[in-house]
């Protein structure tokens, strides 16, 4: 047995993963630090996940009755128990899909953060009352537990999109069912095993099957989306992926919360502070190695001062440090496997052939050929040909020069995706155009910063072949309730709306 997989058989035992989870199963989990085996997970067959959601069903009929605020508390609890994982939880994230150490342990703080956030919100989930059109009636509406939520998550976020969604359907009185992605078995083992301590603790009000978790591949993602049982299917991943999910959910006409692909634009004005820039684009573009879906994948840089940031960006390329995520001195680590790499050299190439400048980009030996490590790549190019507007999930930047604000917010709408884009400019003019309607058609829209990055207290999404889907803070957690419009009459007589007279004696 290697040291890595020590290392995780030990974090897995001290986060009460049964080892029985983890160890003699089918399913090989190998580390992208160095490509090594750490485990051999089971997977979960058809009629267990069959078993899992009617328990989830039986799981719902009780705690939709639970107060709010009691849900609340449930979340306070399930909040201070990631808080006293966070180390151990943030290293085994680091450890499964090769995130920086710091970017691992901010994930698991991602996780807090929505529990307190949905600690508040469980006192807060408000209705309206309408004027009504009749005499002696109040017009009301009420938001009502929607049902048990399936989630399926990708492996970049292979914890904090769970909780994204788990945190608000807790306490919207929902309970859960969770397909995570076949690369990222081992912190979900975690999770529901954090999980079900706190639903152990909390006593008789927090019914089994609150929290369910299914292992296995694309087999069981589509039962999940398939069964008229789970009302709302909330799916993270590639665009191809989210086509068919909202196809089907809507064919049984159930809800679907979808977090696709994005091809995320910053623009850099003339009146940009450009040190400030230079950081923001190096993190945006190169931090968890190109693999998040709000990753900045494209820079528009205004001409008058392209030769003054450019340069010193690919300077930045040549030098980043790209090694063992868990070093403290890595910024970029490994990609997840090889086929994120051969992903990312077939772009490469597209974007050469199409006249692209490359700076960067090949294989990096960090840790053996098992290990897929690569210098992120910046490349200058004179338009967006076809590889610039597909999402490659590494890091690579395409780079273009624009003459007018105009001109660069047409060049950052026109990609099919519109999940994240930013602008960095001091003229209020420039900022305020890129705010309005007529500038970024994107879901996320910020100012001097990079295009990643997003707080729990804003809701988290897309446009276009992102697919709509918003989680985490704001309104959000309307999406894990259903809506009851309630009219109550209160005097002796039936005045019927817009203003229709049906006299029967």
Not at 319 to 332: C, E
Not at 353 to 381: I, K, T
Not at 407 to 416: G, K, M, R, T
Not at 463 to 468: S, V
Request: glycine residues 12%; hydrophobic residues 40%; proline residues 4%.
């Amino acid at each position: 047995m290697t040291t890595l997989a020590t290392e995780t058989r030990d974090i897995l035992q001290r986060l009460g993963v049964d080892p029985a989870l983890s160890e003699g199963g089918t399913l090989v989990v190998r580390s992208p630090i160095t490509g090594d085996e750490i485990a051999k997970v089971l997977e979960t067959t058809p009629g267990d996940a069959d078993a899992l959601i009617a328990e989830a069903q039986s799981a719902f009929s009780q705690w939709r009755n639970v107060p709010a605020p009691r849900r609340g508390e449930f979340v306070r609890q399930l909040g201070d128990a990631l808080r006293g994982a966070k180390e151990d939880l943030g290293r085994l994230v680091s450890i499964e899909v090769g995130k920086a150490l710091s970017e691992g342990l901010g994930e698991v703080q991602e996780m807090v953060d929505i529990c307190d956030f949905a600690v508040g919100l469980s006192r807060q989930l408000y209705g309206l009352c309408i004027p009504s059109e009749r005499s002696s009636h109040r017009l009301a509406e009420q938001w009502h537990p929607i049902g048990p939520v399936g989630v399926i998550s990708a492996f970049n976020f292979p914890v904090a999109v769970w909780c994204w969604n788990s945190a608000l359907a807790f306490v919207c009185g929902d309970s859960v069912v969770w397909k995570p992605s076949e690369k990222a078995p081992l912190t979900a083992l975690a999770v529901q095993a954090i999980v079900e301590s706190v639903v152990k603790g909390f006593g008789e009000e927090a019914p089994k099957g609150l929290a369910s978790l299914l292992i296995g591949g694309r087999e069981l993602g589509e039962q999940l989306v398939d069964d008229a049982r789970l009302p709302v299917i909330s799916a993270t991943g590639s665009t191809r992926m989210g086509r068919s999910v909202g196809e089907r959910v809507a064919r049984r006409f159930g809800k679907s919360i979808l977090e696709l692909g994005g091809n995320n634009a910053s623009i850099v004005t003339p009146s940009a502070d450009l040190e400030l820039t230079l950081r923001a684009v190096a993190f945006g573009a190169m931090g968890t190695a190109g693999q998040r879906c709000t990753t900045m994948r494209r820079l528009i840089v205004h001409s008058d001062v392209y030769d003054r940031l450019v340069p010193k960006l690919i300077a930045v390329y040549r030098t980043i440090s790209i090694g063992d995520p868990r070093s403290p001195d890595t910024l970029v680590g490994p990609l997840i496997d090889e086929d994120a790499f051969t992903a990312m050299e077939r772009a490469l190439d597209a974007a050469r052939a199409a006249g692209g400048q490359v700076h960067g980009g090949g294989r990096v030996d960090v840790n053996g050929q098992g290990s897929f490590y690569a210098r992120p790549a910046l490349v200058e190019m004179d338009g967006q040909a076809a590889c610039v507007r597909e999402e490659t999930f590494a890091p690579i930047l395409y780079v273009f020069k624009y003459d007018n604000l105009d001109q660069a917010i047409a060049l950052q709408n026109d990609v099919p995706q519109g999940l994240s884009s930013s602008i960095f400019a001091t003229d209020m003019r420039e900022v305020e155009q890129f705010l309005s309607a007529s500038g970024s058609d994107c879901g996320i829209a910020a100012v001097n910063m990079g295009t990643s990055g997003a707080e729990i207290g804003g809701a988290f999404g897309g446009e276009k072949e992102t697919g709509g889907g918003r989680e985490s803070g704001s309104d959000a957690w309307k999406a894990y309730m259903r809506r009851a419009t309630n009219t109550i009459n209160y005097s002796r007589e039936l005045p019927l709306a817009q203003g229709i007279v049906f006299d029967v004696g």
